[in-house]
């Protein structure tokens, strides 16, 4: 699976750390019946080759226009080159690596390695087969300081090397072999400990992506992001490869005459971004071939013709985070300020308590969406802690905490326990047509606390400009709504650890970092152990709430009924666009 991202839009957030997602407007306890019902997949039929695809990439924002796996972190920038952009590995539905992908992996937990075999025959888009240094050069990429890449993490740096060569000590990465050369097509990486989950896409410890050294080597480090070769002819080994970019707009391919698998059966696809409050109509006027459909716009869309609707929980949650610290670049750690306004529990757990996220959530998606409990989604089966209730609106028990805590009312408003006035910054993005309700009701909710709650900026954010102030820490924001589309093995470093650039609330403790620790130890290779790890890491993080999960959702896909091939599942994520095609 593809890298964790954030999201760029409010209404739709694998496998290595993760992306940033704007916050969706995906609610009832596992959605209607009429999405349950729903297949995981168009039906199968004869199809033909040739003809042109449109696809919408629903974002309120231009995508920023980073193709490289390596460096980008936003969903729009790796959603729209998907039909080019393949990963090294093939997975089953339940995301385990398997032998059908582009490269095929081993691990040896005694040797402590993972060997990699590029197959051969798998080129990229013009024509060069990928290579051992090719696997090599995503790490350099990432772990390359001069990159500032947000990729490097502390999972990653389990390789033995990476963090000497992250930190200037070494020119190479002692623990990446290739004992075939740099042309070879075999990569052996050394780790200093084996993890749980490795056999898993989305692991944390394994990049899943290549990087075309041949083409970006003479490019410096420090100006890949902003490099042609990145942003408007970048390579890929997919399917199809970039024929045209529209920046910020759309991105159009061609087939590639190279691709391992074989001759894709379409000629063109099209994505085109489009914001949330015109995809109703877009995909009634069918405009689109593939569109998801924006959840509190399902009564609208239902009965459209000619349309196929699948369907699929995905791996993803809304989530509301409050910032207590900030990020140190230098030591490449969070630094928690235990003076921040929002470092206190109290204050936290009342204003969850404040929040009526169910009733809001079923009122404006249809039963599409749900109130989730924990940080952990349900999809991960054992590691899944059902104990573990979500907050409820109880502004009883909210007032009490505030009363307890010290934050007294001072005419309307609380002050804060040192008497000072208390106004909290909350950043919000734009979205659908119901996002601004939806965040004007939680102000209101909190507003009858006595909490002076205002909208960073006084109005809710562009998506870019969102992501910009809460990745770098502005000053103007104390809490924040976004939400995030996770990698498909649950381990949480690359989330929530002190060394993890995307842990927003910037909150560190030793309790935390103990229990992560603990998570992915020798003892956690034990999955019992792992599992009862996994559930007091949860039962923690809600009682601390520094970040406090809220909802996901059904997402649901209206796709052209004269297409075939089209699916959800996750084992055929990866080459789902050499199986698109035309109905005979």
Same mark, same amino acid.
Request: proline share 5%.
């Given at each position: ?126 024509g060069k087969q990928v290579t051992a240094k090719d696997v090599e050069y995503a790490y350099e990429i990432i772990a390359n300081p001069a990159t500032q890449s947000q990729r490097y993490t502390s999972s990653l740096a389990n390789i033995v090397g990476l963090e000497e060569y992250h930190d200037g000590k070494s020119k190479t990465i002692s623990g990446i072999e290739m004992p075939d050369g740099e042309n070879g097509r075999k990569v052996v990486i050394h780790f200093k400990q084996m993890k749980p989950g490795m056999t898993q896409s989305g692991n944390g410890f394994i990049w899943e992506s290549a990087a075309p050294y041949h083409y970006l080597k003479d490019v410096p480090f420090k100006d890949l992001? !902003? ?6 002819? #970048?390579?890929? @080994? *997919?399917? &199809?490869?970039?024929?045209? =970019? ?122 599409? !969406? ?6 952990? #989604?349900?999809? @991960? *089966?054992? &590691?899944?802690?059902?104990? =573990? ?141 792992? =599992? ?53």
């Amino acid at each position: 699976m593809k890298k964790a991202k954030l999201f760029g839009s409010l209404t739709l957030l694998t496998g290595v750390a993760l992306t940033l997602a704007a916050c969706g407007n995906k609610s009832n306890s596992e959605g209607s019946n009429d999405v349950k019902n729903f297949k995981a997949a168009v039906p199968t039929k004869a199809a033909k080759k040739g003809g042109s695809v449109k696809v919408a990439l629903i974002s309120n924002s231009p995508f920023k226009g980073i193709f490289s796996n390596e460096l980008s972190t936003d969903a729009s920038d790796i959603d729209v080159v998907a039909p080019a952009d393949e990963t090294l590995f093939d997975t089953t539905d339940t995301y385990v690596y398997n032998d059908k992908g582009p490269a095929t992996i081993k691990i040896d937990n005694n040797a402590k390695t993972a060997t990699i075999n590029v197959k051969k025959g798998v080129k990229w888009s013009d024509g060069k087969q990928v290579t051992a240094k090719d696997v090599e050069y995503a790490y350099e990429i990432i772990a390359n300081p001069a990159t500032q890449s947000q990729r490097y993490t502390s999972s990653l740096a389990n390789i033995v090397g990476l963090e000497e060569y992250h930190d200037g000590k070494s020119k190479t990465i002692s623990g990446i072999e290739m004992p075939d050369g740099e042309n070879g097509r075999k990569v052996v990486i050394h780790f200093k400990q084996m993890k749980p989950g490795m056999t898993q896409s989305g692991n944390g410890f394994i990049w899943e992506s290549a990087a075309p050294y041949h083409y970006l080597k003479d490019v410096p480090f420090k100006d890949l992001v !902003s490099s042609d070769k990145i942003r408007k002819k #970048p390579l890929f @080994f *997919g399917p &199809f490869k970039v024929n045209k =970019v529209v920046r910020g707009q759309s991105v159009s391919f061609v087939r590639n005459p190279y691709y391992w698998r074989g001759t894709p059966k379409l000629d063109k696809i099209t994505i085109s971004a489009i914001g949330t409050n015109s995809v109703s109509q877009a995909i009634k006027s069918h405009k689109f071939d593939v569109s998801q459909v924006v959840n509190s716009q399902w009564e609208s869309v239902k009965g459209t013709k000619d349309v196929n609707f699948i369907a699929r929980v995905p791996l993803q949650y809304s989530y509301l985070s409050f910032k207590v610290g900030k990020w140190d670049a230098k030591k490449g750690k969070n630094v928690m300020n235990p003076n921040a306004k929002m470092n206190n529990k109290a204050l936290r757990q009342a204003i969850a308590y404040g929040m009526n996220i169910e009733p809001v959530t079923k009122r404006y998606t249809h039963g599409l !969406s749900f109130q989730v409990p924990t940080l952990v #989604p349900k999809q @991960f *089966g054992a &590691f899944f802690d059902k104990d =573990v209730k979500p907050y409820t609106q109880n502004l009883k028990k909210a007032n009490e905490l505030l009363d307890k805590a010290g934050y007294k009312k001072k005419g309307k408003w609380r002050v804060q326990p040192n008497g000072k006035p208390l106004v909290i910054h909350f950043a919000a993005m734009q979205g659908s047509s119901t996002q601004e309700p939806t965040i004007q009701n939680y102000i209101q909710q909190w507003h009858k606390l006595g909490l002076n709650v205002k909208l960073a900026g006084g109005r809710l954010m562009e998506g870019n400009s969102f992501y910009d102030k809460v990745q770098n820490d502005d000053p103007s924001v104390d809490m924040l709504q976004g939400m995030w589309s996770l990698s498909s093995e649950p381990t949480q470093d690359d989330l929530y650890s002190e060394a993890a650039p995307f842990n927003f609330s910037r909150f560190v403790t030793k309790k935390n970092t103990q229990l992560l620790k603990e998570m992915g130890s020798q003892k956690a290779l034990n999955k019992d152990y792992r =599992v009862k790890k996994f559930h007091e890491w949860q039962q923690y993080m809600h009682d601390e709430a520094y970040v406090l999960p809220m909802t996901n959702g059904y997402e649901v896909t209206a796709v052209n009924n004269k297409l075939t091939g089209y699916s959800v599942k996750p084992s055929t994520a990866n080459a789902l666009w050499y199986d698109v095609a035309y109905v005979k």
